[in-house]
């Protein structure tokens, strides 16, 4: 019996794949548990229509990736904080605080996630790599000054 998966399913294949499986799995494991449904014609096509859909909005994403990574690419962040002797900072630049940077002097929503640096603890010019999905990264400069 062929089946459209619903869920990954282990040993069978993943999300909307469209697979061969005994008439007996079928009926007592994959349709009550609802993790598949009977290949039929309309049931193809929806599945095919999902994954134009899916396709046209994943490369949706990587344009505008692509078009964050080109604006990241100049783009200069100054922050401020104290500091104590031999000009080291107290506490450290964490990447959550480049984040919200990044929203209030850029305006673009980065998570702190996707940014990759080490806490910054001392005063200076700095690169952070930024990972904006669909292997397009991007460096950005950041500086850190005495208030």
């Not at 990447?95 to 929503?109: F, H, M, P, R, V």
Request: aromatic share 4%; hydrophobic share 40%.
């Amino acid at each position: 019996m062929k089946v459209i998966l619903q869920q990954d399913v282990r040993g069978q294949g993943k999300k909307g794949q469209l697979v061969e499986v005994s008439d007996g799995y079928a009926r007592n494991f994959l349709l009550p548990k609802k993790l598949a449904l009977i290949a039929t014609a309309d049931n193809i096509n929806t599945m095919q229509q999902q994954e134009k859909a899916r396709r046209a909005r994943e490369a949706a994403e990587r344009e505008e990736a692509v078009a964050l990574s080109h604006k990241l690419k100049d783009a200069e962040i100054k922050l401020t904080g104290k500091a104590g002797q031999n000009g080291k900072l107290f506490g450290a630049v964490t990447t959550k605080e480049i984040s919200n940077a990044i929203k209030a002097q850029l305006g673009y929503d980065i998570a702190k996630t996707k940014l990759v640096c080490e806490p910054i603890k001392a005063f200076g010019c700095y690169e952070v790599k930024c990972k904006l999905g669909y292997e397009i990264t991007s460096t950005l400069k950041v500086t850190v000054a005495e208030e």
